[in-house]
């Protein structure tokens, strides 16, 4: 399939090989090189080696690039582009009691932050926030200060589940999103203000939570970043 997508994209505009014509500030670049399967066509090492770097970046899964198997479920599935930022945030309340992250038999990283899942066929995948374990009705609480707002896109209540959270704050002056995952009920509305330690609904298994997972709820901080989602690791 990736060879029919390369060979047709540039066999119909001749894109592929002007490298002139290619915007190396634009995230959209990497990403359309990643998918058309360029390598090895005199880019340069430089320019192979972030190419090679931004195709892990991307190796989530949004961007299961070789088949259209999802493997080990978790995260977003909305084809936006993704980053994980190199970024630390103030810590935040702790969303469960416990603060146990999730983990079981099959990975004991299952929940988390960063590249702890694989693909069917073995490939690094990464998991776009942190799954903090639990049982179905345990309280879940705002990590920080926010509003409640309308997620993007459909895919949110699939991945998340219908009673899926997403809470807009703003850490150290900027503006980040924080996705609170899989909720069984919520009794927020869009617009209202939650303080941080607020109760924020109940823990459940909506949305996309294989059998084979632990109960969890999946927090996931972000911030928009160069056209992207960057990610940063949830901590408390
Ligand atoms: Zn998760």
Redesign the pocket.
Known sequence: MLANMYVSTSAANGWQFNPAKWNWGSVKTWVSLVQSGISGYGLGSALENKLKSFKRDLQSEEFDLNTSNLGEE??EHDMGNVLFLNEEIPAGVKPTQSGIIASYSGNLKY?QYGWTRTWPNGDIKG?F???YQGLVGDDVKAMYDGIVVKPTGSSFYRVFGKHGIEIKSVISGKTYYIDY?HLIQSPLQIGDRVNVGDFLGNMGRLGNVPSYAPT?V?IAIWRFFMKCRGYVMPHF
């Open positions: 978790g995260g929940g998991h926030g942190i799954d995952g969890h999946h």
